[in-house]
């Protein structure tokens, strides 16, 4: 499966660009801060795909955090809102 890191994805726009892509087959992974984000956009997602996606609470500014977070998984690419 596709895998794609989605920065920002608790927002509007990256939660519905998630919604999307869970439907059409691809697997995102959300790092967001949530300074313009809550964190039930998250239950959202699962209550219109049936699916939870990876969530990362930390900023993308953090060096070390992004790092764990590719070590952890194999991404394909990143679309960053």
Do not use: W
Request: aromatic fraction near 8%; charge should be negative; glycine fraction near 8%.
């Amino acid at each position: 499966m596709v895998k794609v890191l989605v920065t920002g994805g608790i927002g509007y726009i990256g939660s519905h660009t998630c919604v999307q892509m869970i439907q059409a087959g691809i697997d995102p992974i959300i790092v967001d801060n949530l300074s313009n984000a809550k964190i039930e956009v998250l239950s959202r997602i699962h209550a219109l795909t049936d699916k939870t996606p990876v969530f990362y609470h930390g900023d993308i500014r953090d060096e070390a955090f992004l790092d764990k977070v590719f070590a952890e998984h194999n991404i394909d690419a990143v679309i960053h809102f």
